[in-house]
């Protein structure tokens, strides 16, 4: 009980934070950083809990992976050095780490969805670090890690109607949200070429950062209904997975505000 009003209350700030950000009102550095704080001792305590875990990577590597990855976006944001070499190690750490979990289910669809943005991460340190890239390749593997999740969510939502109502209902939401997500998306990015000018690009990155939010929280109370992890394991798998990429993505927008 009060592991959760604790990730909650750090969730609560890391959000306000966010919008503060967006805003550019006063106080966002600091809620910012004490949650980025935050974030990282709750994911080291939630690799020392499950450390007995068979699912090796979901439950530790890829947390303690996500320690490191937060402390670089706070070294960056903080200008402290060794930044630049965390965000390296963490980040392709990450990126194999989504690869392996894809070869994982490599016997099912759901495997695409962590090898899309196995590559995304990949290229979005390209990114960040200036180094040459193919942007074709990065945008082309998050558009389509991006179209793909609420097809694969609605067809989930579909298949459980008959015989689990509750978890359907579950998967149709998260089906709506990251459509909704990768409608903004696009918008965002035809923002950014110039093609459309309907909504100011901060204002469409905040709309973003709210909808990762959303799908975050709707993840975890998906992952919250009985006998998920049990009857329909895959599904419980690739919602941790869905859960952490859309974590990486949250403590990126700090990074991307910050420059």
């Known amino acids: 009980m009060l592991r959760n009003i ?5 969730g609560a700030i890391f959000t306000i ?7 550019h009102w006063p106080g966002a550095g600091a809620m910012l950083i004490t949650s980025l704080g935050g974030i990282a001792i709750a994911l080291l305590e939630y690799a020392f ?10 439950d530790i590597i890829s947390p303690l992976l996500g320690v490191v990855y937060v402390l670089s976006v706070l070294f960056k944001v903080m200008h402290w050095p060794g930044a630049g070499i965390m965000l390296v190690i963490s980040m392709i750490g990450l990126s194999c780490a989504l690869a392996q979990f894809a070869f994982i289910l490599r016997r099912s669809v759901y495997a695409i969805l962590p090898l899309l943005f196995s ?3 990949f290229f979005v340190l390209f990114k960040i670090m200036h180094w040459p890239k193919p942007p074709y390749v990065l945008y082309g593997s998050y558009f389509a890690f991006a179209l793909l999740v609420p097809v694969i969510m609605f067809l989930k939502g579909n298949n459980y109607k008959g015989s689990n109502a509750s978890l359907s209902n579950h998967f149709l939401l998260l089906g709506t ?6 409608l903004f998306e696009g918008l965002n990015k035809a923002t950014q070429l110039g093609k459309i000018d309907l909504i100011s690009l901060n204002h469409l990155m905040l709309i973003d950062a709210l909808l990762f939010v959303s799908l975050f929280l709707a993840v975890s109370k998906t992952l919250r209904i009985e ?10 798998q690739l919602l941790k997975c869905l859960n952490g990429i859309y974590l990486i993505v949250l403590v990126l927008f700090v990074l991307i505000k910050a420059n």
């Open 119 to 121: 590559i995304t991460l």
């Open 49 to 58: 809990r499950n450390r007995k875990s068979k699912s090796l990577i979901l």
């Open 17 to 23: 934070g966010l919008l503060f950000k967006f805003m």
């Open 6 to 10: 604790s990730y909650l209350l750090v």
């Open 177 to 182: 949200l990251s459509l909704v997500l990768f």
């Open 227 to 236: 006998q998920l992890e049990e009857e329909y394991e895959n599904d419980y």
